[in-house]
């Protein structure tokens, strides 16, 4: 009964620590376009860099805060 | 005149309390443990406690000295009524105390029963205590109230508008500037004066808490889900007061779809839209500073658990274990600055969302 419990702890920390894994691999292919489509424009208009890095700083934080719920889902998975 | 007095005030508080608890700091010898729990260590640092600890030194016996600034525990219970000792009275969970007794951060009530403690159940004791989450909080209460009503006696006075600003108002005008020209405006157009103190103290309170909590010692606020939950629920309630009935015959009668799709699909989406907007608001907070204040401290105790391998496997990391918590925590000042104007940001277009309508789509 306690190997049981055992493989059920290990696959929980291992399903939260695959989920943590993944959502990193999601927020770096995200961020990573919202930084590839920033300094394309401002490669094509120089004179608005000030504009397009505030709205890239934004929108890169929308992407970090849904990686960061997958983290939390994560974290519970391990904990409990 | 008005912020002398408060300034001396804040002297007085300060001192007062300083005063008071400087009897308590004082080192607690206990027996610690030789394993190092990386896991507990972390979590010890992320959750709220009922005393400051600053750090721990292991002296020659082995035993642990803990630096620590006990805080008061306030306790009431409907059977015994309101109760206040120092959180050293516990002595980190091995005694009891006056019929309370600590375990694992939650407090009981106990009794003697045949010369045995045991809890005791018929009391539901309410724990409203001073923990390091109050104390910070009321700490950045003050420093924002002395900050803004200095700055802002000097402008009644003129100065700033007649002359130049002088002092903190450098700092804070363009803070304030930003949040009304590139937050309220844009997403609240006329009204935006109504909503602009409460955008304002939301932005600010969240800084002055993330700023706080990135010092070492100090009380992680802004990473505590009671706190962004209460910030969530706020600013739910403040759009949920300004909607107006375009709003709701938007989520009851979408329009512009097929009578299927408006009762099956969109009318369920859009009512569970209505709570999951505050609800990201929540957990985008509370991850992302929770989320910084974990990776922070996995840099350090990774220096431990090399050092607990080998120690100059220790020593050979910490150089590298340094540079990259040193380089996380600039971005931690930076994420700081930025969670508090998302919030803020879109609080306001939550806001605005909930009172525009009226555009061409009426049906």
Redesign the interface.
């Known amino acids: 009964m306690t190997i049981m419990l055992e493989v059920q702890t290990g696959f929980s920390h291992m399903g939260g620590a695959i989920g943590a894994g993944l959502a990193a691999i999601g927020a770096g292919i995200g961020i990573g376009q919202i930084g590839k489509g920033a300094v394309e424009a401002i490669a094509r208009q120089p004179e608005a860099s000030n504009d397009i890095r505030a709205n890239m700083i934004l929108t890169a934080a929308f992407v970090e805060g849904v990686a960061l719920f997958a983290v939390i889902a994560g974290l519970l998975a391990v904990l409990k | 005149m008005r912020v002398h007095r408060l300034k001396s005030l804040l002297a007085v508080t300060l001192g007062l309390f300083l005063a008071l608890v400087s009897s308590s700091v004082k080192a607690n010898e206990e027996h610690g443990s030789e394993k190092l729990d990386p896991a507990k260590v972390i979590m010890e640092h992320i959750q709220d406690a009922h005393e400051f600890h600053f750090f721990t030194l292991k002296k020659e016996n082995g035993e642990e000295m803990h630096a620590t600034l006990p805080l008061p525990i306030i306790l009431w219970s409907k059977e015994r009524g309101l109760v206040s000792f120092s959180s050293s009275n516990f002595h980190h969970g091995h005694d009891s105390h006056d019929g309370y007794k600590m375990e694992h951060d939650k407090i009981h009530a106990v009794k003697m029963e045949n010369g045995v403690e045991v809890l005791d159940e018929a009391v539901h004791v309410y724990d409203i205590s001073l923990t390091k989450n109050v104390v910070q909080m009321f700490l950045s209460l003050i420093v924002l109230v002395v900050l803004m009503i200095s700055v802002a006696n000097k402008y009644k006075k003129g100065k700033g508008i007649t002359s130049a600003p002088k002092g903190w108002q450098n700092a804070v005008e363009p803070v304030i500037t930003f949040v009304r020209d590139e937050v309220a405006k844009p997403n609240l157009g006329k009204k935006y004066l109504k909503y602009l103190p409460y955008l304002l103290t939301v932005f600010f309170f969240i800084l002055i808490n993330n700023l706080f909590g990135l010092i070492p010692g100090s009380a992680n606020v802004t990473g505590n889900i009671a706190f962004t939950v209460v910030l969530g629920v706020i600013s739910f309630f403040v759009i949920l007061f300004s909607t107006n009935k375009h709003f709701w015959a938007h989520i009851f009668w979408y329009p512009g779809v097929p009578m299927i799709v408006r009762l099956i699909i969109m009318l369920p989406v859009e009512l569970l839209g209505v709570f999951t907007k505050p609800f990201?608001l929540i957990?985008?907070l509370?991850?992302?500073m929770?989320?910084g204040h974990i990776i922070i401290l996995s840099f350090i105790t990774l220096i431990f658990i090399f050092g607990s391998m080998s120690a100059i496997a220790g020593w050979g990391f910490s150089p590298l274990s340094v540079l990259f918590a040193v380089f996380i925590y600039l971005i931690e000042i930076l994420v700081a600055f930025?969670?508090a104007?998302?919030f803020t940001?879109l609080t306001a277009v939550f806001i605005g969302q909930a009172f525009e309508g009226g555009h061409d789509d009426h049906h």
Do not use: E, K, M, Y
Request: proline letters at 0%.
């Open positions: 990201a957990v985008r509370f991850a992302n929770v989320a930025i969670q104007f998302i940001n």
